[in-house]
DNA sequence: CTGAAAGCGCTTACAG
DNA sequence: CTGAAAGCGCTTACAG
């Protein structure tokens, strides 16, 4: 036999059409128990296995999903958040699972990306994973949108634009303020940016006013610094608040990076974490627990929501109703806060 | 237009051949300059992408690359090495850079992932990554040879196993054992698997050996202490080292995820790092920086290290001349060692 | 339960 | 420089 076997190969040897070989592989019922038996056992003898891109194409589609990952700014060419890494295993298992294939991407939010997977067939829809300026991202989903382009995008609903799934965010700033007010602390900076630009930090920002207001304590801007999701800016907001002689016990950083690059600009500065300031983050990224001291942290459930992101689009693929999705977070307390 | 427009449609419009149109979109120089103008910005037009799956078929090529990453034992569902991950960014921009898509998958080693990917058309070679047991991986390999698939994996040489591409391990070994043994430390300890298992950290282990020997130290087997690359195992292996009342003042960990594992592991016991003992790590991970201290590492290049092995698989599957490649490592100096 | 036939949307010899 | 035609390897009505 040279080079791949065929279906046809197949059809001969076992002695039936080529259309038989076919159903037969797929288990239609339409065949005979037998004749399912007798070709996929030829099947396997020949190490053959169905051309991809004959049944994509004549079925017109590809048992395929693309992940589009993209950060802006990038601060480095190969840093991606680990959180959305952690999430990149949970989605190529949940993959594999619903017998789809992943196509992964890195991009820049300023990329063009949102063409091209769906219309060339590459894949059957489309999964967004990143962080970067909502302003520049809401665009693109519109065109997506208008593409009719089949998509779920990792975040917090957005009126009007198509499928997400999202942490809780709002609540988990809540429960990380909370916690640390119950621990005595009053003076509580938000390190992470607190707008509209970036509406996951945004809601966890609105967690912490509630909690705040809650207990009776104010919201004073100067406790608020912004940064985005990386050590450096971590680091360096907590510089600035430093240098500008801010008062605070606590600090909540919007992001577990975030929150790493903090303590190590407290503990340049000779503070003590969490004698001096108890720190919680945000995401569980596997450094926190290995972190010095180890972090407290609001975890996002990465295992669950890469599955659910997977059985949303496939869903949306398949023609089923499918809604948006807001997953539950979970408080996880570390030496950051002075636990034992 | 209903559905996607087709090279026929595009033809009708320009006024063309369909022939003529796919040879246009390919900048074929056969065809007229001003021809290849009017099709190009049809199709931009009409928003026209090629069909992958009619493109591949036809062509029989995928234009499409398969990573298959690794682990075994999986210590967690979602925790994957997060030096693999850093690789995995350049990577896809490697293939993105050559023009080929990238699919990923996530198995255990113990899976039977040796056939599909190239069988089925789905991608022109693998790029195989990740961390074994060496001897369950070359059946693996044997059997991807045998079967003609066109495949690159990250690893040291290993006679008569197609094409590699590696870091020089022996070297980023010894370089991190003299940067030790420089900074008057005498009694090293090496945790992480020394054995032809795993051939890597065999490798950094002979780096040791020979750096020690060199100083005229003895090799003790008592310091050698074995760990698989999680945090978990360096924790274990150093408190195993501390109870059974080995005497150390260094550690050389295999790994940066072992060292890390290591430093908490001293913490814990009351051991200051580096004064009572340093510890110096392999990798370079993105945690290294913000470890508490801050880890001297042996640092991979992971961007040159991704565009290698999608280069020498690119040419390979071109049929150009490849070679297996070494890349160097470096030493990367911080605190975990006293340096400033 | 099975087969003959059409056709998915391209690429690429072949002919001019 | 361009076109008509074959064919990549499947899936799936259609017919029996």
Redesign the pocket.
Same mark, same amino acid.
């Given at each position: 036999m040279k080079? #791949?076997?065929?279906?046809?190969?197949?059809?001969h040897l076992?002695?039936?059409?080529?259309?038989?070989?076919?159903?037969?592989?797929?288990n239609?019922?339409?065949? #005979?128990?037998?004749?399912?038996e007798k070709v996929q056992r030829i099947a396997r003898e020949l190490n053959? #296995?169905?051309?991809k891109?004959?049944?994509?194409?004549?079925?017109?589609?590809s048992a395929t999903l693309a992940l589009l990952l993209f950060e802006d700014p990038t601060t480095d060419d190969s840093l991606i958040n680990p959180f959305f890494l952690s999430m990149l295993g949970s989605i190529t298992r949940a993959c594999a699972r619903q017998g789809f294939d992943l196509l992964v991407s890195f991009q820049q939010l300023s990329d063009d990306w949102h063409a091209d997977y769906e219309d060339s067939?590459k894949a059957d829809g489309i999964i967004l994973l990143g962080y970067g300026d909502d302003v520049d991202y809401q665009p693109k989903l519109k065109q997506l949108d208008q593409q009719g382009t089949r998509y779920v995008r990792w975040g917090p609903l957005s009126e009007g634009r198509g499928l997400s799934v999202g942490c809780d965010n709002r609540q988990g700033g809540q429960d990380a303020s909370q916690h640390l007010i119950a621990l005595g602390r009053r003076r509580i900076a938000f390190i992470g940016n607190a707008s509209h630009h970036y509406p996951e930090f945004f809601a966890r920002y609105q967690g912490y006013v509630r909690a705040l207001l809650e207990a009776g304590l104010s919201i004073e801007p100067a406790l608020q610094q912004d940064a985005i999701t990386t050590e450096q800016a971590g680091f360096d907001a907590v510089t600035t608040l430093l240098d500008r002689g801010t008062d605070f016990d606590a600090i909540f950083a919007a992001s577990d990076l975030i929150a790493v690059g903090a303590m190590q600009a407290l503990q340049a500065r000779g503070l003590r974490v969490p004698d001096d300031v108890a720190v919680v983050g945000f995401d569980d990224i596997p450094v926190a627990r290995f972190a010095s001291p180890p972090l407290t942290t609001v975890r996002q459930d990465t295992k669950r929501a890469g599955e659910q992101l997977v059985e949303s689009l496939v869903r949306q693929i398949r023609g089923e109703p499918v809604r948006s999705v807001t997953i539950p977070t979970q408080l996880v307390p570390r030496k950051s806060c002075g636990e034992a």
């Open positions: 080079g #791949k076997a065929t279906s046809f190969d197949i059809a076992a002695g039936v059409s080529q259309s038989t070989v076919s159903r037969a592989l797929r239609s019922p339409l065949v #005979k128990a037998e004749t399912i053959y #296995k169905v051309d891109h004959a049944s994509s194409l004549r079925s017109q589609q067939h």
